[in-house]
């Protein structure tokens, strides 16, 4: 989280590499993108709205924002470190139902990695 937007690195390389026993890709780039960013996002979500309070992880920063502060966080940034049409295409049909479910936030996609 900075200055009020979450950003979520999503490690995209690889999702090209072909499973020899199969000779089809460990999961394909919608796979990938339905999971790790419409799934995970659509959880944060609705874990943020039931959330009773804010607490460190183990080994996270102790300065950590308020409940308040994370519920008014309306816009999330996805930095992935792949780009290939294939996966652009994936990203927007994750982002598009995203914002079809959740219309008072903004999602928004980073291609090549952490800018």
Same mark, same amino acid.
């Not at 200055?3 to 979520?8: K, V």
């Not at 499973?19 to 460990?26: M, S, Y």
């Given at each position: 989280m900075d200055?009020?937007?979450?950003?979520?690195?999503? /490690?995209?390389?690889?999702?090209?590499?072909?499973?020899? #026993?199969?000779?089809?890709? /460990?999961?394909?780039?919608?796979?990938?993108?339905?999971?790790?960013?419409?799934? #995970?996002?659509? #959880?944060?979500?609705?874990?943020?709205?039931?959330a009773t309070a804010t607490r460190a992880t183990k080994n996270g920063d102790p300065n950590i924002p308020t409940l308040d502060q994370i519920k008014d966080i309306r816009t999330f940034i996805f930095r992935l470190d792949g780009d290939t049409p294939e996966l652009r295409q994936a990203a927007e049909n994750s982002l598009r139902q995203l914002k079809k479910e959740f219309p008072d936030y903004t999602f928004d996609v980073l291609f090549g990695g952490k800018k």
């Open positions: 200055n009020g937007i979450f950003y979520e690195d999503k /490690a995209a390389k690889g999702l090209d590499i072909i499973n020899p #026993k199969t000779g089809l890709p /460990a999961q394909t780039p919608q796979q990938f993108t339905d999971k790790q960013i419409l799934g #995970k996002t659509r #959880k944060r979500i609705e874990n943020i709205a039931e």
